[in-house]
Nanobody
C-alpha cells in the first residue's frame, strides 16, 4: 500500500513564507499526478495546486495564484509546496494527494495525513 507523508508545517507570521513537503513510498511516484489540498476548520477541502505526472503542467487555485508554487522531484519521490506572502486565511491542514486521470475521470489513490499551517501574528 502506497504512503504519503507530509512535513514542514508550522506557525508563520502574515507575509511570511513556508515550504511543505510530501514524500511518497511504496508506489511509483513518477506515474502519478500530485496535488495539494487544504482544509480549514469548519470548511470543505480545497484543491490548492496540482502537478501532472507528464508534461510538467501545474495548476493553482485563484486564491493562491502568484503566491504558491508547486514542484516535484521524482528522484526523491517528493512534492513541495512553496508558500509566500502568507495570509491568515491560508491557515489550514495541508494534505498531499496522488491520483490518476482515466479519460475525463479523476481518481484519488493515496492521501497523506496532513500538516498544519497556521498564519498568525
Amino acid at each position: 500500500q502506497g504512503q504519503l507523508v507530509e512535513s514542514g508545517g508550522g506557525l508563520v507570521e502574515p507575509g511570511g513564507s513556508l515550504r511543505v513537503s510530501c514524500t511518497a513510498s511504496r508506489f511509483t511516484f513518477s506515474n502519478y499526478d500530485m496535488r495539494w489540498y487544504r482544509q480549514a476548520p469548519g470548511k470543505g477541502r480545497e484543491l490548492v495546486a496540482g502537478f501532472s505526472s507528464a508534461g510538467g503542467r501545474t495548476s493553482y487555485a485563484d486564491s493562491v495564484k502568484g503566491r504558491f508554487t508547486i514542484s516535484r522531484d521524482n528522484a526523491k519521490n517528493t512534492v513541495f509546496l512553496q508558500m509566500s506572502s502568507l495570509k491568515p486565511e491560508d491557515t489550514a491542514v495541508y494534505l498531499c494527494n496522488a491520483g490518476l486521470w482515466r479519460g475525463s475521470n479523476w481518481f484519488d489513490v493515496y492521501w497523506g495525513q496532513g500538516t498544519q499551517v497556521t498564519v498568525s501574528s
